[in-house]
């Protein structure tokens, strides 16, 4: 489980609308892939976006501060 900033670092594109696989969340905009335990882009690992911590605690997820 990983919860990702919710804008893409390029040019700032909601990633609600990405693709999510096993690899992580792909932008919708240029396709940029996000990879969900560290926040790096895969083709540009300088591009991040922020990675929360979160405790699953039963069928809840929480986001921690």
């Known amino acids: 489980v990983g919860v990702l900033h919710a804008r893409c670092a390029h040019r700032?594109?909601?990633?609600y609308y990405g693709k999510v696989?096993?690899?992580g969340i792909r932008c919708c905009y240029h396709?940029?892939?996000f990879d969900v335990t560290t926040?790096?882009?895969?083709?540009?690992?300088s591009a991040k976006v922020e990675v929360y911590q979160v405790k699953v605690?039963?069928?809840?997820?929480?986001?921690?501060?």
């Open 12 to 15: 700032g594109t909601t990633l």
């Open 21 to 23: 696989d096993e690899k």
């Open 31 to 33: 396709g940029w892939q």
């Open 39 to 45: 926040g790096e882009c895969v083709k540009n690992p």
């Open 57 to 65: 605690e039963g069928d809840e997820i929480k986001v921690l501060a």
